[in-house]
């Protein structure tokens, strides 16, 4: 018979106002408290009394809803204010009661009487501590990458264009009388003649010449822990009639 604790491993969504359907989808209600071996569904559309189902009864759980494995026309007679399981609910689940599914539907259960209670039977629930490991990431170090910027001379030669001027007196070639001068002979004038050289602008641009990369590797170790747990044991003391005789 699943418990609670089991359940929750599988269902950690469910709990106390969860909706509660059958397998047609009908709306049975919501549940309204969660015990060790069962859970109980509150007054709702379907039913009109509260009623518990056990824990394998939940087939699904979706969308904040859980299913449970009944259709309708299982359910038809839980409608009946006269319904016997509404007057055994609180025996059965006290453990005063064996429950078990009707002869048609203990197909679907068939784990149903490996954990039922007899008559007069008292449980008594011996307990013991379980350690459990949980793991949280924490900050362990940290790696720092610095750029720090330093300055250097750079020197290199450039060629550039310089120009010079050569003056040079070049008779002319002709006759004996000489050539003929153009028409603006004898006025005063000024030739102006350019003499260019070429200048060096340095500008700088930065570029990429490498770069740092780091990688992070997980390594896996086992680390060995302990605590101490406590551990109920039974003892049982007979204190009967016949015992208080062979005493005297």
């Known amino acids: 018979m699943l418990l609670k604790n089991d359940f929750a491993r599988n269902y950690a969504n469910v709990k106390e106002g969860t909706g509660v359907r059958c ?7 919501k549940i309204s408290a969660m015990n060790n071996d069962y859970f109980v569904v509150h007054k709702g559309i379907f039913f009109g ?3 518990a189902f056990r824990y394998d009864d939940i087939v699904d759980s979706n969308d904040g809803e859980v299913t449970v494995n009944a259709y309708k026309t299982d359910l038809v007679e839980w409608r009946d204010q006269d319904y016997p399981g509404w007057s ?28 039922t209670v007899k008559t007069d039977e008292i449980r008594v629930p011996v ?32 060629p550039v264009m310089k120009e010079k001027v050569n003056v040079e007196r070049v ?11 153009g028409s603006d002979t004898f006025q005063e004038k000024t030739v102006a003649v350019p003499i260019m050289e070429e200048e060096v602008t340095v500008t700088k641009r930065p ?16 680390r060995d822990i302990s605590d101490k ?19 005297v």
């Open 23 to 29: 397998r047609d989808g009908e709306k049975l209600g």
């Open 49 to 51: 009394e509260d009623f």
């Open 88 to 115: 055994h609910v609180a025996d059965i689940n006290e453990g005063r009661l064996n429950p078990s599914p009707r002869e048609e539907f203990r197909d679907r259960y068939p784990d149903w009487d490996k954990g």
């Open 127 to 158: 307990v013991e501590e379980k350690l459990e490991a949980q793991k949280t990431s924490r900050q362990a170090g940290e790696v720092r990458l610095r750029k720090i910027v330093h300055t250097e001379l750079k020197h290199f030669t450039v």
């Open 171 to 181: 008779p002319v070639a002709g006759t004996s009388e000489g050539t003929p001068a």
């Open 207 to 222: 570029v990429v010449k490498e770069e740092v990369r780091v990688q992070k590797n997980r390594t896996e170790e086992h």
């Open 229 to 247: 747990v406590r551990k109920e044991e039974v003892q049982i003391d007979e204190d009967t009639t016949e015992k208080r005789r062979n005493r």
